[in-house]
């Protein structure tokens, strides 16, 4: 579209823009953000998750012209968050923890104008995973789809056969809700509909 500015992603992550192109998105730029993603002292997940879309957003390099689109996703077992696996060991637990649980994804979206203004979201998803044996947990760490997932799993990957409930949004869970991220593009006339 003509006269739009530019769309910059603030994020390496090849999820988000696999989704963005379901809905005929595809950002101008992409600059991923070195955020500290340590939750603060008894942060919940949706708040950690609202807080670390917004400082991404906030923090990427664009040009002055550009709306510039972030987001973070969180998985919460409680109050507790857990973390973005990066080891064997903290996947393990992580599936451990969740195997038989209900559990909730947050994810945060910012959208920064270009006079700096922030236009966000947050979306709540209810995930229920199976009972897991101890063999489904190894082979599954074993394939590494984990690597730095939140919550030590990827749903759009093996351990989508894991749930057996979920109630909200499958693209959030994923990385990014697209009809929220939809509506935010639209409500900035960059996305028409």
């Known amino acids: 579209m003509a006269g739009r500015p530019p769309l910059v992603l603030a994020s390496a992550s090849p999820r988000r823009l696999d989704l963005l192109a ?4 595809v950002p101008d730029a992409v600059a991923p953000t070195d955020t500290d993603e340590t939750p603060r002292k008894g942060e919940a997940p949706r708040r950690l998750a609202a807080r670390l879309a ?8 664009a040009p002055p012209d550009a709306l510039v689109l972030a ?31 209900r559990h909730q994804v947050a994810t945060g979206v910012a ?18 995973f199976q009972r897991l ?45 697209l009809f929220e991220t939809a509506q935010l593009l639209r409500g900035v006339g960059w996305l028409v509909p």
């Not at 379901?22 to 998105?25: D, F, P, Q, S, Y």
């Not at 917004?54 to 390099?61: F, L, S, Y």
């Not at 996703?73 to 599936?95: F, H, I, Q, S, Y």
């Open 111 to 128: 959208l920064r104008l270009p006079d700096g203004r922030l236009r966000q979201r947050l979306v709540l998803t209810a995930v229920a």
């Open 54 to 61: 917004a400082a991404k957003a906030a923090v990427a390099v």
């Open 22 to 25: 379901r809905i005929g998105v």
């Open 133 to 177: 044996t101890a063999p489904q947990i190894e082979e599954y760490v074993a394939g590494g789809e984990w690597r730095g997932k939140a919550g030590g799993y990827a749903i759009q990957g093996r351990a989508e056969c894991f749930v057996r409930f979920l109630s909200g949004s499958h693209s959030s869970v994923v990385g990014l809700p």
């Open 71 to 101: 987001a973070d996703t969180v998985v919460g077992l409680g109050r507790r968050v857990l973390p973005k696996a990066a080891t064997e060991d903290e996947a393990r637990r992580c599936l451990q923890m969740l195997s038989g649980r």
